[in-house]
Every structure is written in C-alpha cells, then in structure tokens.
C-alpha cells in the first residue's frame, strides 16, 4: 500500500449521516529552506509520526469509546497492545474515505468506511499490512519525504543537518504528503507477506487477506476517476496479489474458499 486503501466515496445506505471526507489541512505557504543532506534517525520519523496524527485526530472526528466502530474495532485487535515490538495505539475515523494506516510511532488509524465492507478477516489483514510497512521502515522513508516538502528542503538547499520544528499549516501539509505517499512494488509485496505471515502466526484466517485485495479488484471495474483513483494508483494490480496470497494459502494448506466475493450492500459495522 501506499496507505492500503484512500479516498472513496461510498454509496447508499455505506454513508453514515455524521461521516465525513478526513480532513487534511492545505498548508498556508512555505518557510525557509533546509537540508541539503537530512539527517533521518527512527527517532525523528517517530516525532513527526505523532506530530502528524495528533494533527489529524484534532482535525478528524474519532469515534468514542462506545461506539460501535471502536467496540468492534477493539474486539478485532484489542489483545495486540504490541506487534513485533511496535507499541500500538489505535483509533476510527468516522470518515467516507476509505483507508487505514499505521505510523512509525504505533498509531493505527482505520476509517469508518473501511470497516463498513470489510469483514474482520479483512480488516485484520489491511492492519498487519499497515503494521508491515512500519517494520520495513517504508513510512519512514514516506515521512522523511513529506517532512521535506512541508519544511521546504530541496536538494539545492542550505546545509543543515537536523529536523526543524514545524508550525501547524506545515504540520498538516506533512500529514497530507504522507498519505499521499507512494511505496514501490516491492515495498507493497513484502508488506502483503508481512500481513499473510502476521495472519498465519495468530491463527487468524490467511483468506481474509486474498479477499480484501479481490474487494479492491471489484471496485476497480467501471469506477470513475473520482475518489476511487488515488486508491486503485496506491493498490495497482489487486487481482495478482489476491491470486499470490491464494497460491501460498493453497502451498501452506491453509486455503479456504470463501465463495464469490462481493462487496457489501449494507455496513458490515452495526
């Protein structure tokens, strides 16, 4: 994924009354030039992780604790306090746009509307794909690359070798770059293998992985260039890595078959 899933309009009955699109922020303007050659640690990736998403939980409506998104959304995934010695916090974004993400400091974020028609299986995967990335260090890179940009620095720039402190326009710019953050092919199927092996080692339902992809495949038929663009560039070829998963779930003896996959007509959250 770049974040696995972004940017739908649902349809019908999906859309909850009080959703709404997440709200990023459009930075006011830029300030003086940085680094030349940044200096990067995991350190700072985890300041500006936490800076970024304390931003957005302020400026995005988060389900209470009593809501049905975070009651389930805790029944799913409240026994993993840590991953693979991340310490993990996690919260719903009662949004329309479809997506989840994790950060290098452990927040996990899934939106309303991916709950909405994914099943737990599938939302179990998205997440251990999300939780993927960060082991791989692929969002530190992505959040190196939107701190530059929120910060101004070029390669052309004056030298200095830390990171700066940003103001809050630049912080929500640094938000909106990360999600917009591309990871390449590899970076994608090495975190599909960290999902299916995260699946695998919970005895969680490996097919839950293979069906989330062939979800994104359907919605890829006949949609038009709106929300769903950004989520079908960030996800390309869905029906190969389905068609992987099926085929290392069938070696292990683990396959399933869950029958025709389709996406729901009502919320699969209730």
């Not at 303007?29 to 302020?58: H, P």
Request: glycine fraction near 6%.
């Amino acid at each position: 994924m770049k974040r696995i899933i972004v940017c739908l309009l649902f349809l019908g009955t999906v859309n909850a009354v009080s959703a709404q699109k997440i709200n990023l922020g459009k930075a006011a303007g830029v300030v003086s030039k940085g680094a030349k050659a940044l200096t990067f640690t995991n350190e700072d990736a985890i300041k500006l992780s936490k800076e970024s998403v304390d931003w957005m939980d302020k400026n995005n409506p988060v389900a209470g604790p009593k809501d049905p998104y975070t009651v389930r959304l805790n029944k799913l995934f409240g026994k993993h306090k840590s991953q693979d010695g991340l310490a993990l916090n996690y919260k719903v974004y009662k949004v329309k746009d479809i997506n989840a993400f994790a950060c290098a400091d452990g927040s996990v974020r899934v939106f309303s509307s991916l709950m909405d028609i994914m099943t737990d299986d599938e939302i179990l995967a998205v997440i251990g794909h999300e939780i993927g990335h960060v082991k791989n260090q692929d969002t530190k890179d992505a959040m190196k690359a939107a701190y530059m940009k929120a910060a101004a620095l070029d390669a052309g720039s004056s030298v200095s070798g830390t990171v700066a402190t940003l103001n809050e326009s630049q912080i929500g710019k640094m938000a909106n770059d990360f999600l917009d953050a591309s990871h390449s092919k590899k970076q994608e199927s090495e975190a599909d293998t960290y999902s299916y092996d995260f699946m695998k080692a919970n005895n969680y339902n490996v097919v839950g992985a293979y069906s989330a992809f062939k979800k994104l495949a359907l919605l890829s038929e006949g949609s038009t260039q709106t929300g769903f663009e950004k989520m079908f560039n960030s996800h390309p070829d869905s029906e190969k890595r389905a068609q992987a998963i099926k085929k290392r779930a069938e070696k292990d003896g683990l396959w399933k078959d869950p029958g025709t996959v389709a996406i729901p007509k009502t919320k699969l959250t209730k």
